[in-house]
Every structure is written in structure tokens, then in C-alpha cells.
């Protein structure tokens, strides 16, 4: 069965261009690496009426590998690192859930 995450990333405002810079050549890399099904980014919509709570995280990766091993590749890979280094300690919030499909 395969694996799907949700990876909810949050930057500092001065860091938003940068950000969704490094996640483009992190989204093309990453859909090239073996046991990939789906590795897809959206930014989150802050534009909610008046009252209603703004959503959590400036971007949400949603994620599919082929397995455990897959994923465990992709995170020590030399782009995903590159990703991870490009931003001061602490500049990153990264929030991430598995989904369990309901039977």
C-alpha cells in the first residue's frame, strides 16, 4: 500500500519568494525520484471573509510514495537536503500528517 502525506510549510513574510522559488526545483526534482506517485505544491489561499478562520501554512505539499523506503530516499536526497538548507535554522515550520485511507 502506498504511502500519502500532507507537508504543511510556513515561511516568514520577507521569505515568501524565496520560498516558492526553492519549492518549484524541489517539486520538479522530487517527481523525478523512483517510488514517486504524486508530489504536488499549492499555496494557501489567506483570503477568507471577514470571520472566518485563515487557513494554517503558506504552502501544502500533498505527497504519494510507493513505500517507507521511497519516502526515506527522498528525504536524504542531495535536493531535499539542498531544500532544507537554503533557509536559516527555525525559518521553516513544517507540519506533516500521513493519511490513512478510511475502509
Known sequence: M???LIATLTFPADQQDKAQEVLVELIEKSQADQ???Q???FAVDKNVAEGEPVP???FVVLEEWWDE???DVHVASEHFQA???AFAEGEIGLKIQRLN???
Open 39 to 41: 508530489y504536488e505544491c
Open 101 to 103: 485511507k478510511l475502509d
Open 69 to 71: 523506503e521511497a519516502l
Open 35 to 37: 517510488g514517486c506517485l
Open 2 to 4: 502506498s504511502l500519502k
Open 83 to 85: 531544500f532544507l538548507g
Open 56 to 58: 494554517e501554512g503558506d
